[in-house]
């Protein structure tokens, strides 16, 4: 269970007050994946490193009852300097999982050829985020993070093997995607809210959703 109470969360832009979340209050139940429509420049991805954990709200509280996942494309718990295999199992080792079976599964799934051994600091950016998918798909999280303004990858192998294991996970797990996009969340998502103003207006269905979002954003 992951739930937000009375959250709030701004930030000075210089001129004024970027308003994120204004005693914003949500749960998220395991099982029931989640889509959040939100327009660009409105604080998606501010959004989803709070429920990680990256960042902390100014006011309220955010209870995670569960295992929450570094939302996909988050490099910060990698280090540039040393190889993919070198980063893939310090971090096995941080969650308590075999490296050697995480190692082999994101190099089954990233297909990178000799990069692998490679600093991540020589990789390209389509590079850097398949590992960071692979890593993430490769840990046992109970929610799963994706905001859609992470980098994307053009690899079309990839992009099949790790969309197949990802609707395999939603058989088990539960997902959290953020987007501007309707269509980007119809995959994954059983409810969405709608992220505007600084409220977060929560919905039971998609469809009741996009409703919402089309006339606020096409008014």
Same mark, same amino acid.
């Given at each position: 269970?992951?739930?937000?109470?009375?959250?709030?969360?701004?930030?000075?832009?210089?001129?004024?007050?970027?308003?994120?979340?204004?005693?914003?209050?949500?749960?998220?139940? +395991?099982?029931?994946?989640?889509?959040?429509? !939100?327009?660009?420049?409105?604080?998606?991805?501010?959004?989803?490193?709070?429920? !990680?954990?990256?960042?902390?709200?100014? %006011?309220?509280? /955010?209870?995670?009852?569960?295992? /929450?996942?570094?939302?996909?494309?988050?490099?910060?718990?990698?280090?540039?300097?040393?190889?993919?295999? &070198?980063?893939?199992?310090?971090?096995?080792?941080?969650?308590?999982? *075999?490296? *050697? #079976?995480?190692?082999?599964?994101?190099?089954? +799934?990233?297909?990178?050829?000799? #990069?692998?051994? =490679?600093?991540? $600091? @020589?990789?390209?950016? $389509?590079?850097?985020?398949?590992?960071?998918?692979?890593?993430?798909?490769?840990? *046992?999280? *109970?929610? #799963?993070?994706?905001?859609?303004?992470?980098?994307?990858?053009?690899?079309?192998?990839?992009?099949?093997?790790?969309?197949?294991?990802? =609707?395999?996970?939603?058989?088990?797990?539960?997902?959290?995607?953020?987007?501007?996009?309707?269509?980007?969340?119809?995959?994954? !998502?059983? @409810?969405?809210?709608?992220?505007?103003?600084?409220?977060?207006?929560?919905?039971?269905?998609? &469809?009741?959703?996009?409703? +919402?979002?089309? #006339? %606020?954003?096409?008014?």
């Amino acid at each position: 269970m992951l739930e937000f109470e009375n959250v709030s969360k701004s930030y000075w832009t210089g001129t004024q007050r970027k308003v994120i979340l204004d005693r914003v209050s949500f749960r998220v139940e +395991l099982g029931n994946s989640m889509g959040i429509l !939100a327009p660009n420049g409105t604080g998606k991805t501010t959004l989803i490193n709070m429920i !990680a954990g990256l960042e902390k709200p100014d %006011e309220g509280e /955010i209870r995670r009852g569960c295992n /929450i996942s570094f939302p996909l494309g988050f490099m910060g718990g990698v280090v540039s300097k040393v190889s993919a295999i &070198e980063n893939a199992r310090y971090i096995a080792r941080l969650y308590g999982l *075999d490296p *050697d #079976y995480v190692e082999s599964f994101c190099r089954w +799934l990233c297909n990178l050829g000799e #990069y692998f051994d =490679q600093p991540l $600091g @020589t990789y390209s950016a $389509g590079m850097r985020s398949r590992f960071s998918f692979a890593l993430m798909l490769a840990l *046992d999280f *109970d929610i #799963y993070l994706i905001d859609e303004g992470m980098p994307a990858t053009t690899d079309v192998e990839f992009n099949r093997k790790a969309g197949e294991i990802l =609707q395999e996970r939603l058989r088990t797990t539960t997902i959290i995607i953020v987007s501007h996009q309707a269509g980007t969340l119809e995959k994954f !998502a059983r @409810t969405a809210a709608v992220l505007l103003d600084g409220q977060l207006h929560m919905f039971d269905t998609l &469809e009741e959703a996009k409703r +919402l979002y089309d #006339y %606020e954003t096409q008014s």
